[in-house]
């Protein structure tokens, strides 16, 4: 099992584990269906819904089984404001790989919030966890999300067309990644 020492900081922001009085700040913005327009995830149709979310958020702070993930609260340092959360998933543990996401409220876009939260989780990928290689896969279209990948240093991969039939379309996906020695050699 993996386990990470929570919080994590960095300059601005705490990554904490998410606790059921997040409910409303976390409704906020993954309630919001622009929040989903290029995730596989929908937005929940009500605060039901985002409980139901929030409780799944909550469980995951340790990486147990392969698909297991940690997903963390990003708080603002200065105020506890939750601007959004980040991810690392365990996509392959036998070849010890992992991958990372991130969501932002869009109040708390244009600040480096999601590449400040995102290098935090690659260095608990590498340094804490010892992982070979980390991704970030996204839909083409979200160039937002490749420059945060960009900004880490990750390299992109792959450009598979038309891999997916997302919502109703075909979707082309976009690989990046990042091994252990780019990591240690940035
Ligand atoms: C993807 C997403 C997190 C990116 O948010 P973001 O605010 O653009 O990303 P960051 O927090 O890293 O901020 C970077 C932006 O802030 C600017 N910025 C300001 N201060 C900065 C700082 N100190 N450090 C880094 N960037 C800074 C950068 O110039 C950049 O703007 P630009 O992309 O217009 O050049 C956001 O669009 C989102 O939540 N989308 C919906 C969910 C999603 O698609 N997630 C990804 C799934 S693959």
């Known amino acids: 099992m ?15 584990p998410f606790r059921p009085s997040d409910l409303a700040d976390l409704h906020g913005y993954f309630a919001d269906p622009a ?27 340790a990486l147990r089984d392969k698909g297991d993930a940690i997903q963390l609260a990003a708080v603002l340092r200065r105020t506890g404001q939750l601007v959004g959360d980040v991810v690392l998933a365990w996509a392959e543990p ?16 244009g600040h480096g919030y999601a590449t400040e939260a995102a290098t935090a989780m690659l260095a608990l990928a590498f340094d804490r966890f010892d992982l070979h290689r980390v991704v970030g896969r996204l839909d083409a279209r979200n160039t937002a999300s490749a420059r945060v990948l960009e900004r880490l ?15 109703g379309e075909w979707a082309d996906e ?12 940035r």
């Not at 976009?174 to 050699?185: G, K, Q, S």
């Open 2 to 16: 993996l386990t990470p020492d929570l919080p994590l900081k960095t300059e601005r922001l705490e990554l904490r």
């Open 35 to 61: 929040a989903h327009r290029y995730l596989y995830s929908e937005a929940p149709a009500d605060l039901d819904g985002t409980r139901a979310v929030l409780a799944r958020r909550q469980e995951r702070t």
């Open 94 to 109: 036998e070849h010890r790989q992992g991958e990372i996401g991130y969501l932002l409220h869009p109040d708390h876009r």
């Open 153 to 167: 240093g990750m390299r992109r991969e792959a450009h598979l067309r038309e891999n997916e039939f997302v919502k």
């Open 174 to 185: 976009v690989i990046y990644a990042m091994l252990a020695r780019d990591w240690r050699a």
